[in-house]
């Protein structure tokens, strides 16, 4: 699997990303 390949760092800049895209597009919606 690719999680094998990715390291721990990585992953947490993953959810980072994709939280904060989340995060931005619930603030715009809600605008």
């Known amino acids: 699997m690719l999680l094998n390949s990715l ?5 947490i800049q993953l959810l980072v ?3 904060s895209s989340e995060c931005s597009c619930q603030h715009s919606s809600t605008l």
């Open 17 to 19: 990303l994709v939280f």
């Open 7 to 11: 390291s721990e760092s990585d992953l």
